[in-house]
């Protein structure tokens, strides 16, 4: 049971290049979430999919796309590489549709943009 | 929109002691879920523990627990005998009741324990 498993782990890119970060979950959960983290800020939120076929805008969605690809598989893109999406990204998922659910985050991704 | 505040940016405790840090938020709902996470230097975050508004009864997990005072929004975490483990940044985290949004985060607070 990996849990939710990211890639790439690194990765530099420069301005205006694009790139699709993966994201993967094996717990059978519903909903799927893509965070980014920028040094001395908490996680924030930039998409979130609630169940398959479905995805929303959270606090931070400029700049990026995604795509609930099926149950499993939730991915964030860059399509033009801006210097201020440098940033740690996380994805969690969580087996909530309503009342508490526990979200189980990925390792992470350290994007640095040129 | 809700706003979660960590006013210590950093603490630091001599193990085996007991420190509390610190969380208020701002909401208007009344269904919601309060939760405190773990990042050490590996930064994967990690579930410390959880509450419900709805119940009275303050959370526990081991050496762990919180101080959850509805009326005052406020949610302070309470680290008994801490370990060198627990050294981390902790994060303080919001969650509305309804539908399946994402937390909001506290910005939070670098725990250092001194051997």
């Known amino acids: 049971n990996a849990g939710v498993t990211q890639t790439p782990k690194f990765q530099v890119l420069k301005t205006g290049q694009s790139m699709t970060l993966q994201c993967a979950q094996d717990?059978?959960?519903?909903?799927m979430y893509w965070y980014r983290q920028d040094p001395g800020m908490g996680l924030r939120l930039i998409y979130y999919?609630?169940?398959?076929?479905?995805?929303d805008k959270g606090e931070v969605p400029n700049g990026y796309n995604v795509s609930r690809l099926n149950k499993r598989e939730f991915s964030l893109r860059l399509e033009s590489a801006a210097p201020s999406q440098t940033s740690v990204y996380f994805c969690?998922?969580?087996?909530?549709?309503?009342?508490?659910?526990?979200?189980?985050f990925g390792p992470g991704t350290r994007l640095t943009v040129l | 929109a809700q706003t979660v505040t960590q006013s210590q940016p950093e603490m630091s405790v001599q193990e085996a002691e007991t420190v509390t840090l610190s969380c208020t938020y701002d909401t208007s709902e009344s269904d919601y879920y309060l939760f405190w996470y773990k990042q050490p230097p590996s930064r994967q975050m990690i579930l410390v523990i959880r509450?419900?508004?709805?119940?009275?009864q303050n959370a526990t997990e081991n050496r762990f627990s919180v101080n959850f005072q509805k009326a005052a929004k406020s949610f302070s975490l309470k680290i008994s005998d801490s370990q060198l483990g627990d050294a981390a940044m902790y994060f303080c985290a919001y969650q509305s009741g309804g539908g399946a949004d994402g937390l909001t985060f506290g910005k939070g607070t670098h725990l250092i324990i001194q051997p």
């Open positions: 509450q419900e508004a709805y119940k009275q």
């Open positions: 717990m059978n959960h519903n909903s």
């Open positions: 999919s609630a169940s398959e076929g479905t995805t």
């Open positions: 969690a998922s969580s087996h909530r549709l309503a009342g508490v659910g526990e979200q189980f």
